[in-house]
């Protein structure tokens, strides 16, 4: 059936689904290898019938886990899908071996090549490496030489992309030493995959993942300055970096700390990390980001990304930082042709994983033999990602026509040294599920394997049993994310026969120390704070917005539209929580216009920060965070946000725009907003990090319900049935004011409800009676103590009804008016107050960084 299905791989290409090289010929079609045949008598009783259920669900998985691949260039948004295709890439025992004993070799002469040349020198002095190939090369970190890493180990994590060729052996492409991507994709590809087909994952004995990663871990602590307590943390670019996803992803796996360079800083040549409660020592970097933007200081002044004073800590070796910062020239694809001789030069031994072969242009020999065969080669940039030095995207030379190869040479010929040429290999091509006009069937795609190799102790290396695939897409000779590739699960299988075993260790860690227990407590990042704070601000702003449109929409087309002080209050508010811009004219002059204007105006990308703006705000914010919150937390905040986008745009598109669609829009909202508050009231921990979300969402109420309180007021509508009505709603709380005071209009009933009442989490007295208690909670006050900040609101247990219902004959509140004006203000005093405090770190000690 699999056979019939599934179309040969292109002539002169390595055929997975087969295991043989395509010729081009009929008998091409016949027969399938013997792993991918047990792979397919595994599918189950609906067999192929099946896999559009499966695709569907993977496709829903990667959509519900938000798995995401950031491109710089697709203009649909910073975030899209991480693309992952139905089958793995199956890897036999015997290839698995292969690869395996070649990359552990290639880590161990990458690892001693660059003891050698922030050492020694002596590969330079022997000429076994140009000079100008490595003090050219923009990687080159001046700044290590002769400085020893902590552990005695420079590479902790290596990539390898690897290719197999018609012949079915495997070649290495290039290599990837600064921060290699990978590790969280493929884990997630895993999960994702095994999940689909469980059966054929227990039956083909598919070698685990978890024990390398945890062997990373151990090891990384054994080499760190404080052994097994030590603190490791995850330094990351940022949610804007391509691969953020999988920074957020490893660090909540492998129990690090996720942190910005903002979230660090350097004392006395030891690196901190800012929290809540003070400094914390940090002995270990897991760097996701390129060498040169580690330390402004010494390296690129402009970088917002790093550490100030980091290579000095390095340097004084007091943080272990892997990889060890001056890798970046391993990666020059020019050293792949040099790596044989070096290998026999420091091992005595010759490479077991062959490299395509390469050519350095910089040498004239290698110039003039590689010039005529451009043709048949792929022209690579020497020094990849370096403008400065002539980079360029790889150019497949039989694409060229003649004249555009003649200008190649011409710019080879002239700036040598910036080109590096390698052979060109047809890739293997794997089987891809596709379903389409066309039927159901099995396409192949042209594949590369990224392999890693991870430190598990000093000068002692494993190699992950599995790996990235990376699929080109269709018509594509290159097999890469950003040209619109996709991914595929690895499954390096285990040879049962010869007596081997599947390693089926989990992640979980000895038992932790009880100091290590005491730091995990209180890491609260100072960053992962303020944005936990905003996080709260924005999911109560944004549920106050759609609150508010959802009951302006109601009020407008209710039995009450005519009412003056009702539409006079409803304009106030929407103008100043801007669902309408403040030109707009008011409900009263012309409800209509008004009403069109806050439709139009729910998901403004500018103008107006209705409720698609706070909601894209929400999300944004969570990203920062994302870490800490929960998968369907996340979810649910991500699908808010996207289908109030979409929904507005499509009754836009179609001139539907009405009330009635648009409280359709926002209802679906509504139900959205309150699962993402459940999720954060119910379903995180109590530190405080969740204390600072609560308080902001806490300040963010008062600052919307204390002005909508005053406008009442002022706008006369809490004296108006449909203006009573509508405050009462908008504190949400029209269910509990029936119950208790049926039909009372009274002014004194609704501020006993709405201002004095401590059971009532909308009212003004409970919010401030539980902001108090938060603000003692989160300073570490004492149960009979409150913390200044906690004293600056107005105690609600001295606030008296008869007072605030007292007027001054004049039909005003006077007392009424006080408290809201002195709780407003403190509300905004509190949001910079603590800023000031928590966010915000400063140091009496005069010391240079590098003192």
Request: aromatic letters at 8%; proline letters at 6%.
């Amino acid at each position: 059936m699999a056979a019939a299905l599934a179309s040969p791989a292109d002539a002169g290409h390595f055929d997975e689904l087969r295991g043989r090289a395509t010729t081009g010929k009929a008998a091409d079609t016949a027969g399938l290898s013997d792993k991918w045949a047990q792979f397919f008598d595994e599918l189950g009783p609906e067999g192929f019938g099946d896999l559009n259920h499966r695709t569907d669900t993977l496709r829903r998985q990667i959509r519900d886990n938000g798995v995401s691949y950031n491109v710089y260039a697709d203009t649909s948004g910073p975030q899209r899908p991480w693309a992952l295709d139905l089958f793995p890439l199956i890897i036999s025992p015997e290839s698995w071996q292969q690869i395996e004993a070649g990359v552990l070799q290639r880590v161990r002469v990458l690892d001693r090549v660059m003891a050698d040349v922030y050492g020694p020198r002596e590969l330079l002095k022997a000429g076994l490496l140009p000079p100008a190939l490595v003090r050219g090369h923009p990687g080159y970190l001046r700044a290590m030489h002769n400085v020893a890493p902590v552990g005695g180990t420079h590479l902790h994590i290596v990539a390898f992309d690897l290719a197999r060729g018609p012949d079915g052996n495997w070649w290495v492409v290039s290599q990837r030493t600064q921060a290699p991507s990978g590790l969280g994709y493929l884990l997630e590809n895993r999960l994702s995959i095994s999940r689909l087909f469980p059966k054929a994952f227990e039956a083909m004995h598919v070698q685990r993942l978890a024990a390398t990663y945890r062997a990373l871990i151990d090891g990384l602590k054994a080499m760190c300055p404080a052994g097994a307590d030590s603190h490791i943390a995850l330094l990351t670019p940022g949610p804007y970096n391509e691969t953020y996803f999988e920074h957020a992803y490893l660090a909540r796996y492998l129990g690090l700390t996720l942190v910005e360079g903002s979230d660090l800083t350097v004392r006395d040549q030891r690196v901190y990390l800012k929290t809540l409660r003070g400094l914390e020592p940090v002995h270990g970097l897991l760097k996701r980001l390129d060498d040169e933007f580690l330390d402004p200081l010494e390296l690129r002044p402009d970088s917002t990304l790093g550490v100030p004073g980091l290579l000095q800590a390095i340097r004084a070796g007091h943080v272990l930082v892997a990889n060890a910062p001056g890798s970046a020239l391993l990666e020059s694809n020019a050293l792949l042709g040099f790596l044989p001789a070096l290998s026999r030069h420091l091992l005595g031994e010759e490479l077991q994983l062959p490299a395509l072969p390469t050519w350095w242009c910089g040498e004239r020999a290698s110039l003039e033999a590689v010039l005529p065969q451009l043709d048949k080669c792929v022209i690579k940039p020497t020094y990849p990602g370096s403008i400065s030095h002539g980079t360029f995207e790889s150019v497949l030379g039989r694409t060229l026509s003649r004249r555009e190869l003649d200008e190649w040479a011409g710019r080879i010929l002239r700036q040598g040294d910036t080109h590096t040429v390698q052979t060109w290999l047809p890739l293997s091509q794997m089987p891809v599920w596709q379903s389409d006009k066309d039927g159901d069937r099995i396409v192949p795609r042209s594949a590369m394997l990224r392999v890693f190799a991870v430190a598990d102790g000093p000068q002692s290396w494993r190699v992950l049993p599995g790996g990235l695939a990376r699929l080109a897409s269709a018509g594509e000779g290159i097999a890469s994310m950003q040209r619109g590739g996709s991914s595929a699960d690895t499954w390096v299988l285990t040879d049962v026969a010869k007596g081997d075993t599947v390693d089926r260790t989990t992640l979980l860690q000895p038992g932790p120390t009880p100091a290590t227990l005491t730091q995990r407590k209180r890491l609260v990042t100072s960053r992962a704070a303020e944005n936990l704070f905003w996080l709260g601000r924005y999911t109560e702003r944004a549920e106050n917005s759609v609150r508010l449109a959802r009951l302006t929409l109601n009020s407008l087309n209710g039995e009450d539209a005519s009412s003056p002080p009702l539409l006079a209050w409803l304009s106030d508010m929407a103008v100043k929580n801007t669902l309408v811009l403040p030109g707009v004219p008011t409900a009263v002059l012309a409800r209509r216009v008004f009403e069109r204007s806050l439709i139009a105006s729910l998901d403004s990308q500018d103008g107006a920060t209705s409720v698609g703006y706070h909601l894209r705000a929400l999300k944004l914010t969570a990203s920062s965070v994302r870490e800490r919150l929960s998968q369907e937390h996340w979810s649910v905040i991500t699908r808010a946000e996207a289908e109030f986008t979409q929904r507005c745009a499509a009754h836009a598109a179609q001139g539907d725009w009405s009330a009635f669609s648009a409280l359709r829009v926002l209802d679906n909202a509504s139900g959205h907003m309150a699962a993402i508050t459940g999720a954060q009231t119910d379903r995180m921990t109590r530190d405080d990090g969740w204390r600072l979300l609560s308080i902001g969402r806490l300040i963010e109420r008062l600052c919307v319900l204390i002005p909508a309180l005053a406008s009442g007021f002022e706008t006369r509508a809490v004296h108006d049935s449909g203006g009573f009505e509508a405050l009462v709603a908008l504190f949400d709380s029209t269910i509990t004011f029936h119950a208790q005071y049926q039909q009372s209009r009274e002014v004194a009933a609704l501020l006993d409800l709405l201002v004095l009442d401590r059971d009532n989490p909308r009212s003004l007295g409970w919010v401030a009676q539980t902001l108090r208690g938060r603000l003692a909670k989160l300073a570490g006050s004492a149960p009979d103590a409150l913390d200044p900040l906690a004293q600056q609101l107005p105690d609600p247990a001295q606030w008296d009804l008869a007072r605030l219902c007292a007027t001054d004959g004049h039909g005003h509140y006077p007392a009424l008016a006080q408290l809201l004006t002195a709780c407003l203000g403190t509300a905004w005093q509190l949001s910079e107050a603590i800023s000031l405090r928590y966010f915000t770190h400063t140091f009496e000690t005069g010391q240079s960084l590098g003192a």
